[in-house]
């Protein structure tokens, strides 16, 4: 062949080759989130689709659940008219190194793939929900605590959600909530970019009172009356210490005198909640598979002396998740016969005591709770419960009487505040003060705690924050030095003297701490 004979064939020496350009993929995004332990983490969810066989796919260490999901995504979307493209459906869960879990990806999945010829952006709009089969979207357990958890962090301000979870949801202010019952009506909304914030406000069915501005609820509903528990005066008069400033309050006597009685109505006679209290309440309610009433009643939570240590702080083989310490948190835990727990749990109890918080360490991850309770402790003084009996002969041995009572180590001891020996039973005693009167004593006491600025109540300052509000006077700085000398008083034990006597000054109305506050508050010492 010659050059001639193809010459028509070719283009012209200055002619260009027009390629045709490739349209870059649309890649949409959506917020939602995942709990990492009590915390929210935010996920970017994105989609992509491309060429190829036909398929879904979710990617980004997703858990079954939401594996699970694909199905009821294709359900919900083929139900409501919607044709799957013939393209394969790529979805990523960003950071993929995070484990994600829970059902409330549903909708956000759904939204994506109903989307994908629309590009769109929406920034700061969280969307959560599940959906069942025929595209109704349903709320879950896990949506309170991720967006409180969120909220806190300063990270959401508005989000789709559920319309059956807003009469939770309505609790947590400054969040835009929009509410959807349908997929179809959420593709709509997101198609006209119509969002309107879901208006209606929460009020707390309970009295409250306002400090510095601030308001604080509480309950006056006394399910179990002080005035039930015969004599005890002394034990009474420390419960109502206790509750007025959260110490730690620790009870020994014989069995039937009154302890666990004393320990169960202290719940109400605590202090009263601010909203971020209540709050964290019902998300640590939620997370223990509970719905919360939002009351505002401090829990109280009362393991059995059987229960395993992870049960009692948390964890967990794959998934950590809080235990009893955990859902205590703003209220009491109370051990009875401390002595029968582990000494694992004992020891491990130190953690919670000193720092208000639990960690818990497994492979996957490290978790931290938050436990700021009133650690609440009942005892018999031997075994047989009888060595304080007058009437009564004890049948323990010596060295049963020290073993048990060698079970709680002195580090352990030292973190509580207030020890009572109880009184024995008599037939003439009588029930000398109702939870009524204690309540409006700890009310009184708290009223005075916040006026003077504290953020925390006296059972939980600080070292700086003690120096700075339990301040002495000159008689009671000296019976205070004299007891230092004589008992050889730890730092621990000097700083629990001082935060007691503060709320004895509280609860007698004293601006600084006297000398009869601080003699009341040495007598509450633990006798070694």
Same mark, same amino acid.
């Given at each position: ?9 070719l ?41 190829g ?20 995504? @294709? ?13 394969k459906?790529? *979805?990523?869960?960003?950071? +993929?190194?995070? =484990? ?19 590009? #769109? ?9 599940e ?11 896990? !949506? #309170? ?9 300063g990270?959401? %301000?508005r989000? *789709? ?8 949801? +309505?609790?947590?202010s ?10 179809s ?5 997101l ?32 399910? +179990?009356d002080?005035?039930e ?11 109502m ?22 320990? @169960? %109505?202290?719940?109400d ?6 909203e ?7 998300k640590?309610? #939620? ?14 939570? +009362?393991?059995?002396?059987t ?29 009875d ?18 720092? =208000?918080?639990?960690h818990?360490?497994?492979v ?26 007058k ?5 323990c ?9 060698? =079970?709680?180590?002195?580090? #352990? ?42 953020? %925390?109540l ?7 924050e ?13 019976? !205070?030095?004299g ?14 003297? =001082? ?28 006798? @070694?």
């Amino acid at each position: 062949m010659n050059a001639k004979t193809h010459s028509g064939n070719l283009p012209p020496q200055n002619q260009k080759i027009k390629v045709k350009e490739k349209q870059p993929a649309i890649v949409n995004r959506l917020a939602c989130a995942t709990l990492e332990g009590v915390n929210a983490k935010v996920i970017e969810v994105e989609a992509t689709f491309t060429k190829g066989l036909p398929g879904f796919s979710v990617v980004g260490l997703a858990s079954n659940d939401i594996q699970e999901a694909k199905e009821r995504v @294709k359900s919900a979307l083929l139900t409501n008219d919607f044709v799957f493209p013939p393209l394969k459906i790529t *979805i990523n869960l960003s950071p +993929s190194d995070i =484990k994600k879990n829970g059902t409330h990806f549903d909708l956000s999945l759904a939204l994506l793939v109903a989307l994908n010829k629309n590009a #769109f952006t929406e920034e700061g709009l969280f969307v959560f929900g599940e959906l069942g089969l025929d595209g109704r979207v349903k709320s879950s357990t896990l !949506l #309170f605590p991720l967006i409180l958890s969120l909220k806190e962090q300063g990270l959401i %301000r508005r989000a *789709i959600v559920p319309l059956e979870a807003i009469k939770h949801l +309505s609790h947590i202010s400054g969040v835009d909530f929009i509410a959807v019952e349908t997929l179809s009506e959420t593709i709509q909304l997101l198609k006209k970019k119509e969002f309107k914030a879901h208006t209606k406000q929460f009020s707390y069915e309970a009295r409250s009172l306002e400090i510095s501005g601030k308001p604080y609820y509480y309950e006056e509903s006394f399910e +179990s009356d002080f005035a039930e528990v015969k004599g005890q005066l002394i034990a009474k008069r420390a419960a109502m210490i206790a509750a007025a400033g959260m110490h730690n309050f620790f009870m020994e006597g014989n069995p039937g005198c009154g302890k666990s009685m004393i320990a @169960k %109505r202290l719940k109400d006679i605590l202090p009263p909640l601010y909203e971020e209290e209540l709050l964290s309440i019902a998300k640590h309610q #939620f997370l223990d598979g509970q719905t919360p009433d939002f009351k505002a009643i401090r829990p109280m939570r +009362s393991p059995h002396h059987t229960a395993t240590s992870a049960s009692i702080f948390g964890g967990g083989s794959g998934q950590a998740k809080i235990g009893e310490v955990a859902l205590a948190n703003y209220g009491i835990l109370f051990f009875d016969e401390i002595p029968h727990f582990s000494k694992n749990v004992l020891e491990a109890m130190r953690e919670p005591l000193q720092d =208000k918080k639990v960690h818990i360490a497994r492979v996957n991850a490290k978790i931290e709770y938050q436990a700021d309770i009133m650690f609440v402790a009942a005892q018999n003084p031997c075994p047989c419960g009888n060595l304080l009996s007058k009437t009564k002969a004890c049948r323990c041995s010596e060295v049963e009487i020290k073993r048990y009572q060698n =079970k709680l180590s002195d580090p #352990f001891l030292d973190r509580i505040d207030l020890f009572v020996v109880m009184q024995e039973v008599n037939i003439d005693d009588k029930g000398d003060i109702s939870s009524e009167a204690m309540h409006k004593a700890v009310i009184s006491a708290f009223i005075k705690q916040k006026e003077r600025g504290q953020e %925390r109540l006296n059972g939980k300052l600080a070292e700086n924050e003690i120096e700075r509000y339990c301040l002495l006077t000159v008689d009671a700085g000296k019976v !205070l030095e004299g007891a230092i000398a004589r008992f050889g008083l730890s730092h621990r034990s000097i700083a629990s003297v =001082k935060k007691v006597g503060r709320t004895i000054a509280d609860i007698n109305g004293h601006e600084k701490i006297e000398k009869k506050d601080i003699l009341e508050a040495l007598s509450y010492r633990r006798r @070694k």
